[in-house]
């Protein structure tokens, strides 16, 4: 069985009829649109959206952060001023 990862769903004929209502009906909630009851896309509202791309490239900046707090001394290379 396919999990629905949405409080809202809606099919796709009812996505065709009134995606204005779906919308609206769902509030600040993204909504699995479903065919033969799977889903099939999941309609998210921009607002939410754009926080989930925030969480995204928040973890992906922890990610980096860690590899670099996780260097080898013998990974540095020395430099002198004048080289640079």
Not at 15 to 44: D, W
Not at 53 to 67: G, K, S, T
């Amino acid at each position: 069985m396919t999990q629905i990862l949405a409080n809202y769903t809606a099919s796709i004929s009812e996505l065709k009829k009134s995606p204005s209502s779906i919308i609206e009906e769902a509030g600040n909630e993204a909504v699995a649109i479903l065919n033969h009851n799977k889903p099939s896309a999941y309609l998210v509202p921009s607002a939410l959206y754009e926080k989930m791309m925030e969480i995204i490239d928040d973890y992906y900046l922890a990610q980096e952060v860690r590899e670099r707090l996780d260097y080898d001394e013998k990974d540095l290379v020395e430099v002198s001023l004048e080289d640079l």
